[in-house]
């Protein structure tokens, strides 16, 4: 049995693309779609464990059914045929959310809500869910277009095999390319013999040329042998990293990357460039924690 896409439902317009979005991917998995709605009392100005005849409970299950309804008849536009299940929980949406993520397949939320943060460019829900999350998380931004590829950004570090799997199970749930992309640099690693090579030493570029080159290809090899039916275009770029995904997001369907990369200061659990991505990317960009 598949476990459940679950979207996060809040009622702003983010949110309810991020259902159709949710509703889309649940169909391709064969899944069930999980809409859950949180919220907290000290919000609602209504004292813990106040009686259910309250004015104010009444008023805020109200607005709350009005709102899954709404989000329910979109996933049924999307899917017509798609198990579709409620559910409403008293609680701070991040934690449940979080909490949601142990037994989901994949989690749906958009890039900005309705909380205190809806000025910010990326929703701290988003933020924290792509941080903590126990699954891959799907943040939509940006413009829903199936056309294009799906775009994997490599880095070659072993926390990033998950995105790579991730991104490859996608291209064939969609039936699209799949366009893997490596940025390098000559100050990436790997550009001199070993550490005791002087910083004044000139960078022999065709030789970090080939030594990316091989990190992309054997990277890729062993999961194309597992989807043989996925056409893949290895894309090796020589630029700025987090400028050139952002650039090359413009073409793609969806965007997947790492939670972290190499390069990233241990302890942080969301890398520069998958935060760049969440932010700027110009379509959905979906995040892929490695193990723990």
Not at 63 to 70: P, S
Not at 253 to 270: C, D, E, I, K, Y
Not at 281 to 292: D, I, L, M, Q, T
Request: charged content about 20%; hydrophobic content about 45%.
């Amino acid at each position: 049995m598949v476990n459940p896409v679950v979207v996060g439902v809040d009622g702003s317009p983010s949110s309810l693309a991020a259902v159709e979005v949710g509703a889309h991917e649940a169909a391709l998995r064969g899944a069930g779609l999980r809409l859950v709605h949180a919220f907290g009392w000290p919000s609602m100005h209504v004292p813990p464990g106040g009686p259910p005849w309250h004015p104010a409970v009444a008023g805020v299950r109200e607005l709350v059914d009005g709102t899954l309804v709404k989000a329910e008849e979109r996933a049924r536009g999307a899917a017509p045929r798609l198990e579709i299940t409620r559910d409403v929980t008293v609680g701070d949406p991040l934690t449940v959310l979080e909490i949601e993520s142990r037994t989901a397949s994949l989690v749906v939320v958009g890039s900005r809500g309705l909380g205190a943060f809806g000025s910010l460019l990326l929703g701290s829900t988003a933020v924290h869910l792509v941080a903590h999350g126990r699954c891959p998380v799907l943040v939509v931004r940006g413009r829903l277009d199936r056309s294009g590829p799906v775009l994997l950004a490599v880095d070659g570090s072993p926390a990033g095999e998950s995105a790579v799997g991730f991104a490859f199970a996608e291209a064939s749930l969609r039936g699209v390319e799949l366009v893997a992309l490596h940025v390098w640099n000559t100050w990436s690693e790997g550009a001199y013999e070993g550490p005791g090579d002087p910083l004044s030493v000139v960078v022999d570029v065709e030789r970090l040329r080939g030594v990316r080159q091989r990190l992309l290809d054997e990277t890729l090899s062993p999961w194309q042998e597992r989807h043989p039916r996925v056409a893949v275009e290895r894309r090796l770029v020589r630029s700025r990293i987090r400028p050139a995904l952002i650039e090359a997001s413009r073409d793609a369907q969806l965007v997947v990357a790492g939670a972290r990369g190499r390069g990233g200061f241990t302890g942080l659990l969301l890398g520069s460039v998958s935060q760049a991505l969440l932010h700027h990317a110009h379509c959905p960009v979906a995040v892929v924690r490695g193990e723990e």
